[in-house]
Protein backbone atom coordinates (compact mmCIF):
# COMPACT_ATOMS: atom_id res chain seq x y z
CA UNK A 1 0.00 0.00 0.00
CA UNK A 2 1.29 3.04 -1.21
CA UNK A 3 1.74 5.86 2.10
CA UNK A 4 1.16 9.50 1.85
CA UNK A 5 2.90 11.94 4.06
CA UNK A 6 0.51 14.89 5.66
CA UNK A 7 2.49 18.15 6.04
CA UNK A 8 2.35 19.31 9.63
CA UNK A 9 -0.21 22.21 10.22
CA UNK A 10 1.87 24.31 11.92
CA UNK A 11 4.61 24.60 10.02
CA UNK A 12 4.18 23.58 6.10
CA UNK A 13 0.62 24.72 5.53
CA UNK A 14 1.19 27.43 7.85
CA UNK A 15 4.85 28.29 5.77
CA UNK A 16 2.80 28.01 2.03
CA UNK A 17 0.21 30.82 2.82
CA UNK A 18 2.22 34.15 2.58
CA UNK A 19 3.91 32.68 -0.80
CA UNK A 20 0.63 31.63 -2.05
CA UNK A 21 -0.67 35.04 -1.25
CA UNK A 22 1.63 37.20 -2.69
CA UNK A 23 1.52 34.96 -5.72
CA UNK A 24 -2.45 35.47 -6.34
CA UNK A 25 -1.80 39.34 -5.89
CA UNK A 26 1.12 39.80 -8.14
CA UNK A 27 -0.85 38.10 -10.24
CA UNK A 28 -3.73 40.17 -10.11
CA UNK A 29 -2.02 43.68 -10.35
CA UNK A 30 -0.56 42.45 -13.75
CA UNK A 31 -4.00 41.43 -15.49
CA UNK A 32 -6.25 43.71 -16.99
CA UNK A 33 -8.80 45.37 -15.17
CA UNK A 34 -11.40 43.40 -16.66
CA UNK A 35 -9.82 39.87 -16.55
CA UNK A 36 -9.34 41.17 -13.05
CA UNK A 37 -13.32 41.47 -12.08
CA UNK A 38 -13.71 38.35 -13.67
CA UNK A 39 -11.58 36.43 -11.97
CA UNK A 40 -12.80 38.39 -8.14
CA UNK A 41 -16.56 37.55 -9.67
CA UNK A 42 -15.05 33.74 -10.03
CA UNK A 43 -13.69 34.01 -6.40
CA UNK A 44 -16.76 35.20 -4.94
CA UNK A 45 -18.71 32.90 -6.44
CA UNK A 46 -16.48 29.78 -5.16
CA UNK A 47 -15.86 31.31 -1.99
CA UNK A 48 -19.32 31.72 -1.29
CA UNK A 49 -19.20 35.18 -0.66
CA UNK A 50 -20.55 36.94 -4.08
CA UNK A 51 -20.12 41.13 -3.67
CA UNK A 52 -23.46 42.92 -3.76
CA UNK A 53 -23.57 46.38 -5.64
CA UNK A 54 -27.36 47.16 -5.59
CA UNK A 55 -26.66 50.76 -6.67
CA UNK A 56 -25.60 49.23 -9.80
CA UNK A 57 -27.86 46.71 -10.42
CA UNK A 58 -30.96 49.53 -10.60
CA UNK A 59 -32.06 50.77 -14.12
CA UNK A 60 -30.67 53.94 -15.48
CA UNK A 61 -34.14 55.52 -14.85
CA UNK A 62 -34.46 55.48 -11.55
CA UNK A 63 -30.65 56.47 -10.88
CA UNK A 64 -31.81 59.62 -12.60
CA UNK A 65 -34.86 59.86 -10.61
CA UNK A 66 -32.15 59.94 -7.34
CA UNK A 67 -29.92 62.37 -8.67
CA UNK A 68 -32.87 64.70 -9.52
CA UNK A 69 -32.99 65.23 -5.35
CA UNK A 70 -29.64 66.52 -5.42
CA UNK A 71 -28.06 70.21 -6.40
CA UNK A 72 -27.04 70.05 -10.45
CA UNK A 73 -23.13 70.60 -9.65
CA UNK A 74 -23.47 67.00 -7.16
CA UNK A 75 -25.03 65.17 -9.71
CA UNK A 76 -22.65 65.99 -12.18
CA UNK A 77 -19.81 65.15 -10.02
CA UNK A 78 -21.24 61.42 -9.90
CA UNK A 79 -19.36 61.02 -13.54
CA UNK A 80 -16.31 59.71 -12.17
CA UNK A 81 -17.56 57.26 -10.22
CA UNK A 82 -17.63 54.54 -13.25
CA UNK A 83 -18.27 54.55 -16.91
CA UNK A 84 -21.60 54.14 -16.29
CA UNK A 85 -22.39 56.93 -14.49
CA UNK A 86 -20.36 59.40 -17.15
CA UNK A 87 -23.40 60.52 -18.90
CA UNK A 88 -26.13 59.98 -16.28
CA UNK A 89 -26.90 63.24 -15.45
CA UNK A 90 -27.49 64.57 -18.74
CA UNK A 91 -30.67 62.94 -18.63
CA UNK A 92 -32.06 64.24 -15.29
CA UNK A 93 -35.56 65.94 -15.62
CA UNK A 94 -35.07 67.77 -12.83
CA UNK A 95 -32.41 71.16 -12.46
CA UNK A 96 -31.30 72.61 -9.02
CA UNK A 97 -29.28 75.38 -10.23
CA UNK A 98 -28.22 77.91 -7.00
CA UNK A 99 -25.90 80.11 -6.72
CA UNK A 100 -27.27 82.10 -4.12
CA UNK A 101 -24.76 83.19 -1.21
CA UNK A 102 -26.12 81.91 1.42
CA UNK A 103 -26.13 78.27 -0.51
CA UNK A 104 -23.41 75.79 0.30
CA UNK A 105 -23.07 74.97 -3.27
CA UNK A 106 -21.60 78.81 -4.44
CA UNK A 107 -19.08 78.98 -6.77
CA UNK A 108 -16.82 81.36 -5.85
CA UNK A 109 -15.21 83.75 -8.64
CA UNK A 110 -17.97 85.65 -9.00
CA UNK A 111 -21.24 85.35 -10.94
CA UNK A 112 -19.66 85.14 -14.39
CA UNK A 113 -18.31 81.38 -13.51
CA UNK A 114 -21.71 80.23 -12.69
CA UNK A 115 -23.34 81.69 -16.26
CA UNK A 116 -20.52 79.65 -17.34
CA UNK A 117 -21.00 76.61 -15.06
CA UNK A 118 -24.95 76.89 -16.52
CA UNK A 119 -24.02 77.18 -20.01
CA UNK A 120 -21.77 74.32 -19.99
CA UNK A 121 -24.59 72.41 -18.27
CA UNK A 122 -27.19 73.06 -20.77
CA UNK A 123 -24.59 72.28 -23.83
CA UNK A 124 -23.82 69.19 -22.74
CA UNK A 125 -27.42 67.54 -21.57
CA UNK A 126 -28.59 65.33 -24.02
CA UNK A 127 -32.58 65.59 -23.93
CA UNK A 128 -34.77 68.92 -23.67
CA UNK A 129 -37.39 67.41 -21.48
CA UNK A 130 -37.22 69.57 -18.13
CA UNK A 131 -40.18 68.86 -15.60
CA UNK A 132 -38.66 70.68 -12.72
CA UNK A 133 -36.28 73.85 -12.34
CA UNK A 134 -34.75 75.89 -9.74
CA UNK A 135 -32.76 78.67 -10.41
CA UNK A 136 -31.36 81.20 -8.02
CA UNK A 137 -28.74 83.76 -8.70
CA UNK A 138 -27.50 87.05 -9.03
CA UNK A 139 -27.54 88.75 -12.35
CA UNK A 140 -24.38 90.13 -13.47
CA UNK A 141 -24.73 93.14 -16.07
CA UNK A 142 -25.53 92.47 -19.39
CA UNK A 143 -26.66 88.43 -18.70
CA UNK A 144 -30.58 89.17 -18.96
CA UNK A 145 -30.84 87.75 -22.16
CA UNK A 146 -28.74 84.83 -20.92
CA UNK A 147 -31.17 84.06 -17.94
CA UNK A 148 -34.09 84.59 -20.43
CA UNK A 149 -32.35 81.61 -22.74
CA UNK A 150 -32.34 79.45 -19.91
CA UNK A 151 -35.75 79.61 -19.30
CA UNK A 152 -37.19 79.50 -22.57
CA UNK A 153 -35.05 76.12 -22.68
CA UNK A 154 -36.97 74.23 -20.34
CA UNK A 155 -40.15 75.55 -20.73
CA UNK A 156 -42.19 73.32 -22.60
CA UNK A 157 -44.79 70.55 -22.16
CA UNK A 158 -43.22 68.67 -19.72
CA UNK A 159 -42.23 71.69 -17.18
CA UNK A 160 -44.28 71.22 -14.14
CA UNK A 161 -42.01 72.92 -11.38
CA UNK A 162 -40.91 76.15 -11.91
CA UNK A 163 -38.22 78.38 -8.75
CA UNK A 164 -37.29 81.60 -9.80
CA UNK A 165 -34.89 83.64 -7.20
CA UNK A 166 -33.52 86.25 -8.74
CA UNK A 167 -31.29 89.21 -8.10
CA UNK A 168 -29.69 92.21 -9.89
CA UNK A 169 -25.62 92.69 -8.76
CA UNK A 170 -25.82 95.60 -9.16
CA UNK A 171 -27.96 98.61 -7.96
CA UNK A 172 -28.86 100.84 -10.84
CA UNK A 173 -32.76 101.38 -11.00
CA UNK A 174 -33.12 101.31 -14.71
CA UNK A 175 -31.24 97.92 -14.76
CA UNK A 176 -33.65 96.13 -11.96
CA UNK A 177 -36.05 95.28 -15.08
CA UNK A 178 -36.91 91.87 -16.09
CA UNK A 179 -39.50 90.27 -18.44
CA UNK A 180 -40.70 86.88 -17.63
CA UNK A 181 -41.01 84.59 -21.05
CA UNK A 182 -44.47 84.88 -22.15
CA UNK A 183 -44.56 80.88 -22.47
CA UNK A 184 -43.62 80.74 -18.69
CA UNK A 185 -47.74 82.44 -18.10
CA UNK A 186 -48.76 80.39 -20.49
CA UNK A 187 -48.30 76.98 -19.94
CA UNK A 188 -50.63 74.37 -19.94
CA UNK A 189 -48.05 72.10 -18.02
CA UNK A 190 -47.44 74.25 -15.22
CA UNK A 191 -48.59 73.13 -11.08
CA UNK A 192 -46.01 74.97 -9.51
CA UNK A 193 -44.58 78.36 -9.64
CA UNK A 194 -42.44 80.51 -7.76
CA UNK A 195 -41.14 84.02 -8.20
CA UNK A 196 -39.01 85.91 -5.96
CA UNK A 197 -36.04 88.30 -5.64
CA UNK A 198 -35.37 92.06 -5.86
CA UNK A 199 -36.31 92.31 -9.22
CA UNK A 200 -38.94 94.34 -11.28
CA UNK A 201 -40.69 91.56 -12.83
CA UNK A 202 -42.89 92.78 -16.21
CA UNK A 203 -45.63 90.63 -17.08
CA UNK A 204 -48.13 93.26 -18.90
CA UNK A 205 -47.67 91.47 -22.44
CA UNK A 206 -50.09 89.41 -23.49
CA UNK A 207 -52.36 87.57 -20.45
CA UNK A 208 -52.02 84.73 -17.64
CA UNK A 209 -53.15 81.34 -18.57
CA UNK A 210 -52.01 78.93 -16.29
CA UNK A 211 -54.83 76.45 -16.60
CA UNK A 212 -53.09 73.55 -14.60
CA UNK A 213 -50.93 75.65 -11.84
CA UNK A 214 -51.91 74.68 -8.36
CA UNK A 215 -49.35 76.21 -6.62
CA UNK A 216 -47.71 80.30 -6.34
CA UNK A 217 -45.66 82.11 -4.90
CA UNK A 218 -45.26 85.62 -5.51
CA UNK A 219 -42.31 87.57 -3.68
CA UNK A 220 -41.15 90.27 -6.01
CA UNK A 221 -40.42 93.97 -5.84
CA UNK A 222 -42.35 94.65 -8.57
CA UNK A 223 -45.72 92.79 -9.91
CA UNK A 224 -49.33 93.16 -9.81
CA UNK A 225 -50.88 89.85 -8.04
CA UNK A 226 -54.18 90.31 -9.15
CA UNK A 227 -53.06 90.09 -12.69
CA UNK A 228 -51.14 86.79 -11.91
CA UNK A 229 -54.73 85.50 -10.22
CA UNK A 230 -56.93 85.99 -12.69
CA UNK A 231 -55.31 83.29 -15.02
CA UNK A 232 -55.23 80.66 -12.41
CA UNK A 233 -58.28 78.97 -12.24
CA UNK A 234 -57.54 75.68 -10.12
CA UNK A 235 -55.23 77.44 -8.01
CA UNK A 236 -54.88 76.00 -4.46
CA UNK A 237 -52.40 77.23 -2.83
CA UNK A 238 -50.75 80.82 -2.87
CA UNK A 239 -48.36 82.87 -1.07
CA UNK A 240 -48.16 86.76 -1.71
CA UNK A 241 -46.04 89.01 -0.08
CA UNK A 242 -47.07 92.04 -0.51
CA UNK A 243 -43.92 94.85 -1.07
CA UNK A 244 -43.80 99.35 -1.34
CA UNK A 245 -43.77 99.19 -4.73
CA UNK A 246 -47.60 97.75 -4.60
CA UNK A 247 -49.90 98.79 -5.87
CA UNK A 248 -48.12 99.01 -9.96
CA UNK A 249 -50.49 101.95 -10.89
CA UNK A 250 -50.98 104.06 -8.22
CA UNK A 251 -53.72 105.97 -10.22
CA UNK A 252 -56.22 103.02 -9.58
CA UNK A 253 -56.91 101.45 -6.18
CA UNK A 254 -55.48 98.34 -5.76
CA UNK A 255 -57.14 95.56 -5.64
CA UNK A 256 -57.05 91.29 -4.61
CA UNK A 257 -59.03 88.60 -5.53
CA UNK A 258 -58.01 85.29 -4.36
CA UNK A 259 -59.24 82.44 -6.46
CA UNK A 260 -62.15 80.34 -5.10
CA UNK A 261 -60.58 77.09 -5.33
CA UNK A 262 -57.81 78.27 -2.98
CA UNK A 263 -56.78 75.73 -0.13
CA UNK A 264 -53.77 77.53 1.75
CA UNK A 265 -53.22 80.82 1.84
CA UNK A 266 -50.42 83.12 2.98
CA UNK A 267 -50.53 86.77 2.95
CA UNK A 268 -47.25 88.43 3.94
CA UNK A 269 -46.77 92.51 3.79
CA UNK A 270 -42.82 92.68 4.04
CA UNK A 271 -41.53 93.67 7.51
CA UNK A 272 -39.23 95.41 5.21
CA UNK A 273 -41.19 98.32 4.19
CA UNK A 274 -40.17 101.91 5.53
CA UNK A 275 -43.35 103.10 4.38
CA UNK A 276 -46.69 102.00 4.68
CA UNK A 277 -48.12 100.81 1.12
CA UNK A 278 -51.11 101.85 0.09
CA UNK A 279 -54.85 101.42 1.17
CA UNK A 280 -55.92 98.25 -0.39
CA UNK A 281 -59.18 99.23 -2.03
CA UNK A 282 -60.96 95.67 -2.23
CA UNK A 283 -59.88 92.19 -0.46
CA UNK A 284 -61.88 89.52 -1.51
CA UNK A 285 -61.08 86.35 0.26
CA UNK A 286 -64.66 84.23 -1.36
CA UNK A 287 -62.51 81.13 -0.61
CA UNK A 288 -65.26 78.18 1.07
CA UNK A 289 -62.67 75.62 0.26
CA UNK A 290 -60.07 76.97 2.49
CA UNK A 291 -57.65 74.64 5.31
CA UNK A 292 -54.84 77.00 6.45
CA UNK A 293 -54.33 80.78 6.16
CA UNK A 294 -51.77 82.93 7.57
CA UNK A 295 -52.50 86.87 7.46
CA UNK A 296 -50.04 88.82 8.32
CA UNK A 297 -50.89 92.75 7.02
CA UNK A 298 -51.13 96.49 8.67
CA UNK A 299 -51.97 97.99 5.70
CA UNK A 300 -55.75 99.83 5.80
CA UNK A 301 -58.14 97.31 3.87
CA UNK A 302 -61.00 99.32 3.00
CA UNK A 303 -63.58 97.08 1.91
CA UNK A 304 -62.54 93.00 2.43
CA UNK A 305 -65.01 90.50 1.07
CA UNK A 306 -65.09 86.99 3.46
CA UNK A 307 -66.49 83.67 2.66
CA UNK A 308 -67.81 80.99 6.17
CA UNK A 309 -64.18 78.60 6.15
CA UNK A 310 -65.95 75.14 7.00
CA UNK A 311 -62.94 72.83 5.92
CA UNK A 312 -60.62 75.69 8.20
CA UNK A 313 -57.57 73.49 10.17
CA UNK A 314 -55.11 75.86 10.86
CA UNK A 315 -55.24 80.08 10.85
CA UNK A 316 -52.70 82.78 11.65
CA UNK A 317 -53.63 86.19 12.16
CA UNK A 318 -51.72 89.52 12.63
CA UNK A 319 -53.55 92.08 11.53
CA UNK A 320 -53.16 95.63 12.70
CA UNK A 321 -56.15 98.27 11.77
CA UNK A 322 -57.44 101.31 12.39
CA UNK A 323 -60.64 100.95 14.36
CA UNK A 324 -62.46 102.23 11.52
CA UNK A 325 -61.25 98.94 9.65
CA UNK A 326 -61.62 96.40 12.66
CA UNK A 327 -65.09 95.42 11.86
CA UNK A 328 -63.91 92.98 8.54
CA UNK A 329 -60.82 91.44 11.46
CA UNK A 330 -64.20 90.77 13.82
CA UNK A 331 -66.21 89.43 11.04
CA UNK A 332 -63.12 86.77 9.56
CA UNK A 333 -62.73 85.59 13.00
CA UNK A 334 -66.33 84.05 12.94
CA UNK A 335 -65.63 82.92 9.48
CA UNK A 336 -63.00 81.13 11.14
CA UNK A 337 -64.90 79.15 13.93
CA UNK A 338 -64.72 76.42 12.65
CA UNK A 339 -60.87 76.08 12.65
CA UNK A 340 -58.77 73.43 14.82
CA UNK A 341 -55.95 75.61 15.54
CA UNK A 342 -56.02 79.52 15.75
CA UNK A 343 -52.81 81.52 16.57
CA UNK A 344 -53.70 85.29 17.28
CA UNK A 345 -50.72 87.64 17.23
CA UNK A 346 -50.28 90.60 19.27
CA UNK A 347 -51.54 93.21 16.82
CA UNK A 348 -54.27 91.01 16.17
CA UNK A 349 -55.14 90.92 20.06
CA UNK A 350 -54.80 94.50 20.29
CA UNK A 351 -57.35 95.31 17.80
CA UNK A 352 -59.82 93.03 19.32
CA UNK A 353 -59.25 94.02 23.09
CA UNK A 354 -59.61 97.66 21.58
CA UNK A 355 -62.65 97.29 19.90
CA UNK A 356 -65.91 98.18 20.77
CA UNK A 357 -68.38 95.74 22.74
CA UNK A 358 -68.94 92.17 20.33
CA UNK A 359 -69.61 88.80 20.91
CA UNK A 360 -66.88 86.19 20.69
CA UNK A 361 -68.32 83.25 17.95
CA UNK A 362 -68.01 79.79 19.30
CA UNK A 363 -65.13 77.68 18.42
CA UNK A 364 -66.79 74.33 18.30
CA UNK A 365 -64.04 72.16 16.64
CA UNK A 366 -60.98 74.31 18.29
CA UNK A 367 -58.35 71.87 19.71
CA UNK A 368 -54.88 74.39 19.80
CA UNK A 369 -55.14 78.17 21.20
CA UNK A 370 -52.40 80.81 20.65
CA UNK A 371 -52.12 84.31 22.24
CA UNK A 372 -49.85 87.03 22.25
CA UNK A 373 -52.12 89.60 24.30
CA UNK A 374 -51.02 92.86 25.21
CA UNK A 375 -52.08 92.72 28.66
CA UNK A 376 -53.59 89.91 30.84
CA UNK A 377 -57.33 90.27 31.06
CA UNK A 378 -58.76 87.24 32.62
CA UNK A 379 -62.26 88.31 32.22
CA UNK A 380 -61.98 88.47 28.22
CA UNK A 381 -60.00 84.62 29.01
CA UNK A 382 -62.62 83.13 30.63
CA UNK A 383 -65.58 84.14 27.95
CA UNK A 384 -62.78 82.71 25.36
CA UNK A 385 -62.34 79.69 27.06
CA UNK A 386 -67.11 79.22 27.70
CA UNK A 387 -67.09 79.73 23.33
CA UNK A 388 -64.34 76.67 23.07
CA UNK A 389 -65.71 73.52 24.11
CA UNK A 390 -63.29 71.61 22.92
CA UNK A 391 -60.49 73.11 23.34
CA UNK A 392 -57.66 70.65 24.66
CA UNK A 393 -53.83 73.20 24.35
CA UNK A 394 -53.92 77.07 25.27
CA UNK A 395 -50.63 78.94 25.11
CA UNK A 396 -50.60 82.60 26.17
CA UNK A 397 -47.62 85.18 25.82
CA UNK A 398 -48.04 87.96 28.06
CA UNK A 399 -45.94 90.80 25.84
CA UNK A 400 -47.43 93.79 27.93
CA UNK A 401 -43.61 94.98 27.68
CA UNK A 402 -43.54 95.30 23.73
CA UNK A 403 -47.18 96.48 23.19
CA UNK A 404 -47.86 100.24 23.30
CA UNK A 405 -51.69 99.19 24.48
CA UNK A 406 -52.91 99.60 28.10
CA UNK A 407 -55.95 98.80 29.84
CA UNK A 408 -58.29 101.07 30.61
CA UNK A 409 -58.62 99.60 34.19
CA UNK A 410 -56.44 97.40 36.04
CA UNK A 411 -58.05 93.41 35.84
CA UNK A 412 -59.50 92.00 38.63
CA UNK A 413 -60.37 88.20 39.13
CA UNK A 414 -64.00 87.41 39.30
CA UNK A 415 -64.72 83.62 40.15
CA UNK A 416 -66.82 82.48 37.17
CA UNK A 417 -70.23 81.41 37.79
CA UNK A 418 -69.97 78.39 35.67
CA UNK A 419 -66.99 76.34 34.85
CA UNK A 420 -66.25 75.98 31.05
CA UNK A 421 -66.74 73.10 29.47
CA UNK A 422 -63.39 72.87 27.68
CA UNK A 423 -61.92 73.04 31.13
CA UNK A 424 -63.84 70.23 32.55
CA UNK A 425 -63.29 67.42 29.97
CA UNK A 426 -61.12 68.30 27.60
CA UNK A 427 -58.01 71.26 28.48
CA UNK A 428 -54.88 69.14 29.01
CA UNK A 429 -51.99 71.59 28.35
CA UNK A 430 -51.62 74.94 29.58
CA UNK A 431 -48.62 77.16 28.98
CA UNK A 432 -48.32 80.56 30.12
CA UNK A 433 -44.98 82.80 28.58
CA UNK A 434 -44.49 86.35 30.00
CA UNK A 435 -45.64 85.55 33.89
CA UNK A 436 -45.65 88.38 35.93
CA UNK A 437 -47.63 86.73 39.52
CA UNK A 438 -49.81 89.79 39.38
CA UNK A 439 -52.82 88.75 41.27
CA UNK A 440 -55.01 88.36 38.15
CA UNK A 441 -52.89 86.25 36.67
CA UNK A 442 -51.90 84.37 40.22
CA UNK A 443 -55.96 83.87 40.50
CA UNK A 444 -56.78 82.37 36.94
CA UNK A 445 -53.61 80.11 37.17
CA UNK A 446 -54.86 78.54 40.35
CA UNK A 447 -58.61 78.63 39.28
CA UNK A 448 -57.29 76.54 36.22
CA UNK A 449 -55.68 74.13 38.46
CA UNK A 450 -58.33 73.41 40.70
CA UNK A 451 -61.07 73.18 38.19
CA UNK A 452 -59.29 70.71 35.53
CA UNK A 453 -60.04 67.30 36.55
CA UNK A 454 -58.23 66.23 33.29
CA UNK A 455 -55.22 68.49 32.83
CA UNK A 456 -51.53 67.11 32.39
CA UNK A 457 -48.96 70.16 32.58
CA UNK A 458 -49.05 73.64 33.52
CA UNK A 459 -46.48 75.28 32.17
CA UNK A 460 -45.05 79.17 33.29
CA UNK A 461 -42.17 80.97 32.44
CA UNK A 462 -42.29 83.70 34.14
CA UNK A 463 -40.87 86.97 33.38
CA UNK A 464 -36.96 87.13 33.19
CA UNK A 465 -37.42 90.14 35.03
CA UNK A 466 -38.49 88.06 38.30
CA UNK A 467 -35.18 86.60 39.10
CA UNK A 468 -34.26 83.30 40.13
CA UNK A 469 -35.78 83.59 43.70
CA UNK A 470 -38.98 84.95 42.72
CA UNK A 471 -39.45 82.32 39.81
CA UNK A 472 -38.67 79.51 43.52
CA UNK A 473 -41.60 81.37 45.54
CA UNK A 474 -43.91 81.29 42.24
CA UNK A 475 -43.36 77.51 42.41
CA UNK A 476 -43.61 76.96 45.76
CA UNK A 477 -47.06 78.70 45.89
CA UNK A 478 -48.64 77.45 43.03
CA UNK A 479 -47.08 73.92 44.32
CA UNK A 480 -49.86 74.98 47.29
CA UNK A 481 -53.08 75.11 45.19
CA UNK A 482 -55.07 72.03 45.51
CA UNK A 483 -55.17 70.26 42.32
CA UNK A 484 -57.97 68.90 40.26
CA UNK A 485 -55.98 66.29 38.36
CA UNK A 486 -53.86 64.27 40.25
CA UNK A 487 -51.47 63.61 37.15
CA UNK A 488 -50.55 67.59 36.57
CA UNK A 489 -47.19 68.38 36.45
CA UNK A 490 -46.45 72.21 37.54
CA UNK A 491 -42.98 73.48 35.72
CA UNK A 492 -41.97 76.78 36.33
CA UNK A 493 -39.02 77.83 34.65
Known amino acids: MKRFSIPNKSSSI ?15 LTMPKAKQRKVEEEEST ?13 PDSLLCHILSFLPTRCGMATSVLARRWRHLWKDLLALDLDNSKHSPYYLPGGTHRFIAFVNAVFAQRK ?14 RGEKKTIKTWIRTVVG ?11 FACNEFGDRHIKLPEEVLTSASLESLVLKGHVF ?33 VLENLKLTLHESFPLNASQPPEIYMPDSLKRLTLIQDDDIEEDINDIED ?3 DTPLLEYLSITLWARCLQVSISDYPNMVEAHLDIDQDQEQV ?33 LPEFSRLHNLELQIPYFDSGFLIKLLHNCHMLQVVTLHNQEKVSTVEPEEPSCWTLPMKDPNCLISHLKIFEFKGYKDSA ?46 KTCQLIVT
Not at 14 to 28: A, H, R
Not at 210 to 231: A, Q, R, T
Not at 469 to 482: F, G, N
Open 157 to 167: PHLQELYLDLS
Open 440 to 485: DEHAFVSYLLERGPILKTMKIHADPSLGVTYKQRIHQELSMVPRSS
Open 327 to 359: GWVLELLKALRQTKLLDLKLSTMECLLGAPAFE
Open 201 to 233: LTVYDGFVDLPSLKNLELDLNYVDPDFVLLGCP
Open 283 to 285: LVI
Open 46 to 58: RTGTPKIDLISSL
Open 14 to 28: GSLIPSFTFSVVSSK
Open 127 to 140: SLRVEKLRLACDIP
